[in-house]
């Protein structure tokens, strides 16, 4: 398949589509950028393995050396909550879709509207459609997908990568943001 | 006509010869409201209400339009078609175009039932959905046309009002003609109300003409399961949802005395509808049951009618040479009409092989045909199924060049390529656990470039789980009693039962059928009333607990707290809508008559109603939700859910959004975001529960009813996401209404949000409906 070919086969995009993130320094220089940026993590990181690890351990790594807030959709906050790390916010992914596509809204901290929103596990058609929403709603935000399937809907987004490829990846984010 | 003269395997039908006659003396002295056979544009401004809460969040499933030939043009943004349609607007006029689909399916249903039932009983036959027990026979058609009907002939003039506004909205979608999304979404709402009303139509037709349960609460259960059918006996299988030729096979092995040496079995709704009429009929699961069953070679005869069937199935059905009758205009599948020959000639034509299938349009010669031909082909076919067995699952599994194509292609993102590395060395365990979560759609199939049949594989990996498949389903009982609604009125509008939560709709779930089961018991452990109908309500028979009993066995089959009600086929669903109206009428006494915008301000704001499409996947469930939208009743989807294009949200952050009038006092006043939303989509069952929870609050509770659904909400958001919700304080308007056994976190909370106590209203979005008003109205 193709670098940026939805992993979905018949969810293609539309005429604008993701720009890939072809190697680390990538994502860390959108993430650099961004003033507010914001992480939107669903319940499959907490069922994602990758190798020894889980999506979500990777998730907390970032999170934690970056001082990212987390918003833990559907009863992905257990799993948080379990590892000792507390989400910024729970809340249902249309929810924060919708309050993210509001450029009036003042964010969790109600400290003002977030510039970059960042997924990762959340089932492959909902991230779809909610990256739609946003693609299609809410100009002022940039948003990135850190899974390792192409999502045509983001800003950026991996190409469709193996597990391998991708851990490595998240490592050097996450080290090079700690930095 | 006598009812006696109706034979049903229900034995149970006394008290209905008595009603009959009474109903027809009824007069109906109601006055009648403002809003009769509203127009496109009648209730506007009740929807605009609605809107203003609930704004749409559109999520574009396609950022093109390819509806004209100036198209296709690019949406993306804030670009504009050549028409000049925006993003939004297009976004709302396609669900227009999916909810006209899924109403002219039930209206196109009704019509016909409503001719048949004509034909053949005549139109002075009277309606009758429950004798004394239910004296509101037609909340919806009561309410939205301001008639009454008596007969079937009644029914034609609902009817006609129901296609001349179907027509109507359908013009709306042409190229130039509405502009604004949020006239789109009322449109919509539109819709699903009409779309409403013909489930009410189909459903009171056909309880009235065929003797279905007439409100009763303890239907027969009924046996479900591919593992319940006699596979020795000829089966026969029906599909779909318009029941007439599959009541024609049962007069038919009655008339015959064929009843016990023929299986009967059927998927979808058809099924539920024709096990409403004889218990002795088999359910065999939701309609991703249908590649399942067939390719299990155990059908001999396959008859179709209407609606959800697959479109391969005559395909499919040659692959295990079962003769396919179709018997519906809407769905000929390109088979010659027979309708004309003799039964006996078709007969020979299909069990020679000479023809895949042929297409009979009159019911009265379907029973024969079928009953004929499974009898002769049953020993021919021998059950040749084609599961791969055990053995041939590892040579084939060998093939796979783990290319991931099938898993690209699955909606579930099932790990097929793993399980088939696991199955090519001899490990089975993969594959079979894919049956519990696999939706029957063979995209897998369509996509492999190996040609393995997956689907098949996953299938005979999953052997004994399938002959396991032996549940329980409680026969659907149609209406609930006015006697039920008279006790449960007060409970439900003071809060103190919790809510009425509805499990409808279609199977395409995110993680199996299991996951329907598993919130019907959790809801109705906890004292809500639980309604199931359609799919969903045969997918939460299809689970035992740790007893081996089914949901319809744990609990009883009222409408009380507790009670697990399957009222019936999709069109059945009318009943639960109406349930939630005739709380407005006979409970609270507020006249239904062309009195639309009042009873939905009502339902809205005191019936903790939520409606659960856990598998929603066609246009009819998408109208199913429409129709509930414009009742202020909300719906929760699954995460496939999102791919009707857009969610409607209340923001819980926005506190001007949540005033409300207090009709005592015309003051407007700060309730809470009771419902927060009217359709959104969960992630997760788990999720799920929690909004459901949630989602039955109402401005109206009392204090004693909002702890009760405090406390479901905390300790469901404890349990599935670990820490208490960080909106309670948003739902404590006074100290009462803090539960007892959580107040030290609770009123810890308030303490920190600094929340001040509030009154509780007598609430209501209308100003007409202020009794001393204050304000401008
Ligand atoms: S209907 Fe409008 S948006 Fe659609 S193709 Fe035609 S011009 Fe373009
Ligand atoms: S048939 Fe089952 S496994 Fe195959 S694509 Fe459909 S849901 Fe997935
Ligand atoms: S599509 Fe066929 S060959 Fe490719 S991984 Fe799936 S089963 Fe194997």
């Given at each position: 398949m193709a670098n940026n070919e939805a992993w979905m086969t018949a969810e293609v995009g539309g005429p604008k589509r993701a720009s890939l993130i072809t190697k680390p320094e990538v994502a860390e220089a959108m993430i650099r950028r961004a003033r507010r940026p914001i992480l939107v993590i669903g319940h499959l990181a907490a069922e994602i393995e990758m190798e020894d690890k889980k999506l979500i351990d990777y998730v907390i790594d970032l999170a934690t050396n970056t001082g990212i807030p987390v918003v833990a959709t559907a009863h992905t906050g257990n799993a948080f909550l379990g590892r000792r790390f507390t989400p910024a916010s729970i809340m249902s992914a249309v929810d924060i879709g919708n309050r993210l596509a509001d450029p009036t809204w003042k964010g969790i901290d109600g400290n003002g509207p977030y510039d970059l929103a960042m997924f990762a596990g959340l089932p492959y058609s909902l991230a779809w459609t909610l990256l739609s929403g946003l693609k299609n709603f809410a100009p002022h935000l940039k948003t990135m997908t850190l899974d390792n399937v192409y999502h045509p809907n983001a800003n950026w987004s991996f190409p469709n990568i193996s597990i391998k490829d991708w851990i490595i990846n998240l490592q050097a984010i996450i080290r090079d943001l700690g930095e | 006509m006598k009812i006696g003269e109706l034979k049903t395997d229900f034995g149970n039908i006394k008290d209905l010869q008595l009603s009959i006659g009474q109903a027809k003396e009824e007069k109906w002295e109601e006055p009648m409201g403002p809003t009769p056979f509203p127009s496109l544009t009648t209730l506007r401004e009740w929807d605009k209400k609605l809107l203003e809460r609930y704004k749409p969040f559109y999520m574009p499933f396609c950022d093109m339009c390819c509806l004209c030939t100036q198209g296709k043009c690019d949406l993306t943004g804030p670009k504009r078609g050549a028409c000049g349609i925006s993003m939004p607007a297009q976004q709302s006029r396609t669900v227009l175009i999916t909810v006209c689909i899924g109403a002219a399916t039930h209206i196109g249903h009704a019509r016909e039932l409503v001719t048949s039932i004509s034909e053949k009983f005549g139109k002075d036959h009277p309606l009758d959905v429950g004798g004394h027990n239910v004296e509101v026979e037609a909340p919806l058609i009561r309410l939205v046309c301001g008639i009454k009907p008596e007969t079937i002939g009644d029914l034609d003039e609902v009817l006609d009002y129901l296609e001349n506004q179907l027509t109507q909205l359908l013009a709306v979608t042409h190229t130039g003609q509405e502009g604004s999304s949020v006239d789109f979404e009322s449109k919509v709402f539109h819709a699903g109300m009409i779309d409403q009303v013909a489930m009410e139509v189909a459903d009171i037709a056909q309880i009235s003409a065929f003797g279905f349960p007439k409100a009763e609460e303890e239907t027969p259960l009924i046996e479900l399961g591919m593992?319940?059918?006699?596979?020795?006996k000829p089966v026969i299988l029906v599909v779909g949802h318009n029941v007439p030729p599959a009541v024609n096979i049962v007069d038919y092995l009655q008339k015959t005395k064929l009843t016990e040496e023929v299986e009967l079995t059927g998927i979808c709704c058809t099924s539920l509808d024709i096990s409403r009429y004889t218990p002795k009929a088999k359910i065999i699961g939701p309609i991703s049951w249908q590649l399942r069953y067939v390719r299990s070679g155990v059908p001999d005869v396959i008859v179709v009618d209407e609606q959800c069937v697959r479109a391969d199935l005559l395909i499919e059905a040659q692959r295990i040479h079962a003769p396919l009758i179709a018997t519906n205009q809407k769905n000929c599948l390109g088979l010659e009409d027979r309708t004309n020959d003799r039964p006996d000639d078709i007969v020979a034509d299909m069990v020679s092989e000479k023809v895949p299938g042929v297409l009979i349009l009159?019911?009265?010669?379907v029973g024969e045909v079928a009953t004929k031909t499974a009898i002769q082909v049953a020993p021919k076919r021998k059950k040749m199924g084609f599961f791969p067995k055990k053995e041939e699952l590892k040579e084939i599994a060998r093939k796979c060049n783990q290319c991931k194509e099938c898993r690209r292609s699955c909606p579930n993102d099932a790990a097929i390529p793993e399980a088939m590395k696991a199955a090519g060395k001899g490990n089975f365990a993969l594959l079979e656990e894919m049956y519990d979560e696999c939706v029957g759609c063979a995209r897998c199939e369509q996509a492999c470039p190996q040609k393995i049949p997956i689907h098949s594989m996953i299938l005979g990996a999953a052997q004994e789980k399938v002959k396991e498949e032996k549940y329980k389903i409680r026969a659907g009982r149609g209406a609930i009693q006015d006697i039920e609604i008279r006790q449960v009125g007060g409970p439900i509008v003071l809060g103190e039962i919790p809510g009425v939560v509805a499990f409808v709709g279609c199977p395409n779930f995110p993680k199996g059928g299991k996951e329907v089961a598993e919130m019907v018991i959790e809801f109705a452990k906890r004292r809500y009333i639980v309604c199931t109908s359609g799919c969903a309500a045969i997918a939460a028979g299809m689970y035992k607990n740790d007893e081996g009993k089914t949901a319809y066995e744990l609990f009883p089959g009222s409408f009380e707290a507790g009670g697990v009600v399957n009222v019936g086929s999709c069109v059945s669903n009318a009943h639960i809508a109406g349930a939630a109206v005739k709380i407005a009428s006979i409970f609270a006494r507020r006249n239904l008559r062309g009195n639309y915008e009042e009873i939905a301000d009502y339902v809205y704001n005191r019936v903790g109603a939520v409606g659960v499409a856990w598998g929603a996947m066609t246009q009819k469930a998408a109208a199913i939700a429409s129709g509930f939208w414009r009742l202020g009743i909300p719906v929760v989807v699954g995460p496939h859910g999102t791919k009707y294009r857009r969610m409607l949200l209340g923001r819980r952050d926005k506190e001007e959004l949540w005033y409300t009038y207090d009709a005592r006092t015309g003051d407007k006043v700060y309730t809470s975001p009771a419902p927060e939303h009217l359709f959104v989509a969960a992630e997760t069952k788990e999720e799920a529960m929690v909004m459901i929870a949630k989602l039955c609050m109402r401005p109206n509770d009392t204090s004693k009813g909002r702890a009760i659904k405090l406390t479901n909400y905390v300790d469901l958001h404890k349990r599935n996401f670990g820490s208490i919700p960080d909106d309670v304080h948003l739902y404590v308007?006074?100290?009462?209404?803090?539960p007892i056994t959580m107040k030290d976190e609770i009123v810890k909370m308030l303490n920190e949000k600094q929340w001040k106590e509030r009154t509780i209203p007598d609430p209501t979005l209308l100003p007409r409906m202020i009794r001393k008003a204050k304000v401008k109205v």
């Open positions: - | 593992g319940a059918v006699d596979t020795s009159e019911t009265n010669q308007r006074t100290m009462a209404d803090v």
